[in-house]
């Protein structure tokens, strides 16, 4: 199983920036993935998330409005579009799957089956 993150990179106040997480080795039309987030000296949150079909997502308050989560079953990827970034999206970004959506409505605080290599997202200002 590999879920590789890429498109990271340095990014001015305001700006946007796509990130994309190809994934191999599962069944991924049948996974929910979501995007992470560590800042350093931070604990790791959730971003965002979308379901198996891409018919539902949710999103962390901090982000609603501004990311936009999406995904595309015949190329296995999903995507993060990042637009009117912050200071404090500054972050290695994570993408990583399972096969539940949610658990007891709980979105990111619960355990994922598979994680991926992060990419650097530093937003200058």
């Known amino acids: 199983v590999q879920l590789q993150a890429s498109g990271g990179g340095m990014v001015q106040v305001g700006g946007s920036l796509r990130l994309s997480c190809v994934a191999s080795?599962?069944?991924?039309?049948?996974?929910?993935l979501a995007w992470f987030r560590q800042a350093p000296g931070k604990e790791r949150e959730g971003v965002s998330l979308i379901n198996f079909r891409g018919s539902a997502t949710y999103y962390a308050d901090s982000v609603r409005g501004r990311f936009t989560i999406s995904r595309d079953n015949t190329r296995n990827i999903v995507y993060l579009q990042m637009d009117s970034v912050k200071p404090e999206d500054t972050a290695i970004y994570f993408c990583?799957?399972?096969?539940?959506?949610?658990?007891?409505?709980?979105?990111?605080?619960?355990?994922?089956?598979?994680w991926g290599q992060g990419t650097q997202v530093t937003v200058s200002t």
């Open positions: 080795g599962f069944s991924f039309d049948s996974y929910a």
């Open positions: 990583a799957a399972d096969r539940w959506y949610s658990s007891d409505n709980h979105y990111f605080d619960r355990s994922y089956e598979y």
